[in-house]
Nanobody, 123 residues
Framework: QVQLVESGGGSVQSGGSLRLSCEVS????????MGWFRQAPGKERERVAF???????IYADSVKGRFIISQDNAKNTLYLQMNSLKPEDTATYFC?????????????????WGQGTQVTVSS
C-alpha cells in the first residue's frame, strides 16, 4: 500500500522559510513524477512544484525563485524548501505522486496523495 506522509508545516512570518517533507512508503520508483500541490480555503487546488522521471524540476510561476523541490531517494523522501514566504502562500500543502514518467498537467492523473500539511504565513 502506497502512503505519502507530509510534515514540516507551521506558522511563519512573511519573509521566513519552511521545509516540507513527504515520506513515501509502498513504492520507491524514482522514475515517477512526484510533487506538491496547495489549496487555500475557497480556492482551487494549485500546482506548486514537481520532479519528473528524469529529474527535471517544474515550478509554478508564483513560487519560482523562492521554492526548491528535491528528493532523497535513499530516504524515499520528497522535500519542498520554501523561502521568502508571503501571506499568499498560506494553504494546505499536499504531496502527490503519479505513475507517469513525465508530470501530468492535471491533478486528476496523480495516483497517490498525502493528507496535507498546513502552512500559514502572517504579514
Amino acid at each position: 500500500q502506497v502512503q505519502l506522509v507530509e510534515s514540516g508545516g507551521g506558522s511563519v512570518q512573511s519573509g521566513g522559510s519552511l521545509r516540507l517533507s513527504c515520506e513515501v512508503s509502498g513504492y520507491t520508483d524514482s522514475r515517477y513524477c512526484m510533487g506538491w500541490f496547495r489549496q487555500a480555503p475557497g480556492k482551487e487546488r494549485e500546482r506548486v512544484a514537481f520532479i519528473d522521471g528524469d529529474g527535471r524540476r517544474i515550478y509554478a510561476d508564483s513560487v519560482k525563485g523562492r521554492f526548491i523541490i528535491s528528493q532523497d531517494n535513499a530516504k524515499n523522501t520528497l522535500y519542498l524548501q520554501m523561502n521568502s514566504l508571503k501571506p499568499e502562500d498560506t494553504a494546505t500543502y499536499f504531496c502527490a505522486a503519479a505513475r507517469m514518467y513525465y508530470c501530468p498537467g492535471s491533478a486528476n492523473f496523480f495516483n497517490y496523495w498525502g493528507q496535507g500539511t498546513q502552512v500559514t504565513v502572517s504579514s
